[in-house]
């Protein structure tokens, strides 16, 4: 008989995770040496990289409630940032619903924790995203909320290194990151409007002593139209032949420079086949 994962062991797990919080960085200590390896200039990564716009940030003063406060005084230039966010919209009533229906999906539970740095860090996915629509914006809270549900769920399967634990909490994980890939491919979609694009891409291999295609054609045509066949197989052994109006091909000659030419396809009308043995 399989084992089961019993509510109180599902609790007790929730709770323990609850207690990690976001890792910060945290300055080095004067009495450390620094590594060569990992110094980093900060003006070289800016400087290289394209300007972005910082995305809109909020606190969140518990981790209780979701109660979320400006950073700043200025609150009427946060609330345009996070309309713009949340695909420029002109509706703040969008935007705070659009907020809130994301710190529920990040705290689903009236005893689960939700801290300053996730819920801005999920804002901070969606404004990467750059929905232009409220349907856009939607798409993106979705992306969002699956993705952190998926880590989530990826986190508690290798709390216990257990068969059950993996195939239950593993499982849930890989059906979150796969539906979070399908609304991606749905969002993307909906901005191409349906419309799909194929690429070809045709390998030519040539190889050694062989001549590509441009080659053959350059060394084919001759200045004043006409055509020159050189030692390649089936060529006219230095015979040459007009070039033919356009819609037909040209006549193709045999191994033997003494028989006649096949003659060229795409004319119009009826006339005898010329005989292509002996001339």
């Known amino acids: 008989m399989s084992r089961h994962i019993s509510g109180r062991e599902a609790v007790y797990m929730a709770i323990e995770s609850d ?9 080095l200590p004067s009495d450390s040496a620094t590594s060569p390896l990992s110094t980093t200039n900060g003006s070289a990564v800016m400087a290289t990289s394209a300007p972005r ?14 109660r979320c406060v400006a950073p700043t005084p200025d609150q009427e230039a946060h609330r345009g940032a996070l309309r713009q966010a949340f ?18 999906a990040l705290r689903p539970g009236p005893f689960d924790h939700l801290d300053e740095a996730t819920l801005n ?19 993106a809270v979705q992306i969002a909320a699956t993705g952190f549900a998926g880590l989530k769920f990826l986190r508690q399967g290798q709390t216990h290194m257990d068969e059950t634990y993996i195939g239950v909490y593993g499982g849930f994980a890989t059906k979150l990151f796969r539906l979070q890939l399908e609304i991606i491919q749905a969002l993307d979609r909906h901005r191409r409007g349906n419309r799909q694009t194929v690429e070809v891409h045709r390998h030519v ?3 050694s002593g062989a001549k590509d295609v441009g ?12 055509v020159r066949n050189d030692t390649r ?10 070039a033919v109006e356009y819609g037909q091909s040209f006549p193709m000659w045999g191994e033997d420079p003494r028989r006649s030419p096949l003659p060229a396809g795409g004319r119009t009308g009826s006339a005898p086949l ?4 002996w001339g």
């Open 215 to 226: 080659e053959i054609i350059n060394a084919a045509v001759e200045p004043g139209g006409m």
């Open 19 to 27: 207690k990690r919080r976001p890792v910060r960085l945290e300055p």
């Open 87 to 104: 695909g420029d919209t002109l509706s703040d009533e969008f935007a705070e619903v659009m907020l809130g229906k994301l710190i529920t």
């Open 205 to 207: 291999h040539i190889h």
């Open 233 to 242: 197989p089936h060529a006219s052994g230095g015979r040459r032949a007009p």
């Open 121 to 139: 860090a999920a804002i901070a996915l969606i404004s990467s995203i750059a929905p232009e629509t409220e349907l856009q914006a939607l798409l």
């Open 53 to 66: 716009k910082a995305p809109p940030r909020v606190r969140k003063p518990s981790l209780n409630n979701d």
């Open 274 to 277: 010329q005989n292509a043995r």
